[in-house]
């Protein structure tokens, strides 16, 4: 089973420029929506291993990126792709939702 990987501040940039597709799961410890995807997020950080990043970073701890990004509500998700956005989920969703988010951008 994977884990996604913790995200902050200081290695955004480094993450989203990723040469595969990165996931990003915007949260935190407060938020209870954030905690009914966290397992959501993880399984997709498995299935996806080795084609995908998938990450999640705590708002509050990094707020540089969520305030460069406009997070204003959270769970937000984005999906990168070369360094930049290219999708977005504000709010909780279900697992298809977000593989297909991702598998769009493997293709």
């Known amino acids: 089973m994977g884990k996604a990987i913790t995200i902050t ?3 955004f940039e480094q993450v ?3 040469d595969k597709p990165v996931l990003v799961d915007f949260w935190a410890e407060w938020c209870g929506p954030c905690k009914m995807i966290a397992p959501v997020v993880d399984e997709i950080a498995g299935e996806f291993e080795g ?3 998938v990450g999640k970073l705590d708002v509050d701890a990094n707020p540089n990126v969520s305030i460069k990004y406009g997070i204003r509500s959270i769970p937000t998700l984005l999906v990168f792709k070369n360094g930049q956005v290219v999708d977005k989920q504000v709010g909780a969703v279900g697992k298809p939702v977000l ?5 769009a951008q493997l293709a």
């Open 9 to 11: 501040d200081a290695d």
């Open 16 to 18: 989203i420029n990723s």
């Open 51 to 53: 084609r995908a990043v």
């Open 99 to 103: 593989k297909q988010k991702i598998e």
